[in-house]
């Protein structure tokens, strides 16, 4: 004893077994067995199976996006009688963003001068003068106020006189007539750039074999035609659960989804993207559409300027990215075995 105390160090180079105690016990038995299958069966239906624990996953994709609209239609406004691209695709320089247009109002060659006030805009009636105070801007309105209650054309309304872009805006709605009815087969190009940077690995979603003449030819399939980045306009919206003709009219907005799911310990060429789409905000889009405005100018020959004033409806298309890569990894894989082995242990 005295030596056990005049040494305690030498305690730390001790090994202690465990003694096991065999209980001859149907029940128990049973229960042991029944427990194990348990954990086994978590480890490997669970784990391995379902979770793939034995791999390494990186879900940070590094993306970027262009996105490029072609087709021709027809329309009725004062500058042209055909869009193209440039005049309908908003903006002009394609991202991850983009919107269509499908439909307009056109209220043209307004100029800065004095008019009186759409009777359409609240608080703008008046019944004389001292109802219109000079200086202020109207709210919600297209001008600012002169001090002066004028009758408006056409209408026994007065209005409050303003000093802004005259005529005023439309207030009429969107009409059948205006819409660009070659909309439906406007085809959109989507190119898709990722990366993972845990695994250093790039890819595409575009085929380069053949390439660009297959990307003049192809049109998006996911059986026959995957890696084309080519969609038809139409196919978006009926995908998203729009009818075209009903929603162009007054516009929505829709989400094109571009999925990558990477398992590199299969191949690491079968690491294609896989598209979805789906409708964002209302679920009655017609009643709530999508539209804004913006103007085109122009001067005449004493150097005046004019404006055309549109207000667009159409398709707002947002291009979002998301991935996941995996590979084997057997720090994952101790990893997992040893918990499960822990587990089983403490049951």
């Not at 009186?116 to 297209?142: Q, Y």
């Not at 084309?228 to 919206?237: Q, T």
């Not at 055309?308 to 979002?320: D, H, I, P």
């Amino acid at each position: 004893m005295a030596r056990r105390c005049s040494n305690p160090l030498l305690y730390l180079f001790n090994y202690t077994t465990v003694r096991y105690v065999v209980t001859q016990n149907k029940i128990v038995g049973l229960l042991y067995r029944f427990f194990q299958l348990i954990i086994m069966c978590y480890l490997i239906g669970w784990v391995f199976v379902t979770k793939k624990g034995y791999q390494v996953v990186d879900d940070t994709i590094e993306s970027s996006v262009v996105t490029k609209v072609k087709g021709i239609a027809r329309v009725n406004t004062t500058f042209s009688d055909l869009w193209g691209p440039e005049e309908y695709v908003i903006p002009d320089h394609g991202g991850k963003f983009l919107f269509v247009v499908t439909n307009f109002i056109e209220t043209p060659n307004q100029t800065l001068t004095t008019c009186p006030e759409s009777p359409s805009v609240p608080f703008s009636t008046c019944t004389h003068d001292d109802n219109c105070t000079e200086g202020e801007a109207v709210r919600a309105g297209n001008g600012i106020k002169t001090g002066t209650c004028r009758k408006t054309d056409g209408n026994e309304t007065n209005t409050c006189e303003i000093y802004g872009w005259c005529p005023t805006e439309k207030s009429s709605r969107p009409e059948a007539a205006t819409m660009l009815r070659e909309a439906e087969n406007f085809t959109v190009y989507i190119r898709n750039f990722i990366k993972f940077s845990q695994f250093n690995l790039s890819k595409t979603n575009i085929l380069k074999e053949g390439y660009p003449s297959y990307i003049k030819t192809c049109l998006h399939d996911e059986i026959h035609h995957p890696y084309c980045p080519v969609f038809r306009l139409g196919d978006i919206v009926s995908k998203a659960g729009y009818r075209f003709e009903e929603v162009a009219a007054k516009g929505g907005s829709i989400g094109i989804v571009i999925k990558w799911s990477c398992d590199f310990d299969m191949d690491t060429s079968d690491c294609h993207p896989q598209y979805s789409f789906m409708a964002m905000g209302s679920s009655t889009p017609v009643t709530a559409g999508y539209n804004f405005r913006f103007a085109r100018y122009s001067s005449d020959a004493a150097g005046r300027t004019h404006r055309n004033l549109y207000k667009v409806y159409g398709f707002q298309l947002n291009v979002m990215v998301f991935g996941t890569a995996s590979q084997f990894s057997i720090i994952h894989t101790i990893i997992n075995v040893a918990s499960v082995l822990t587990l089983m242990a403490v049951g």
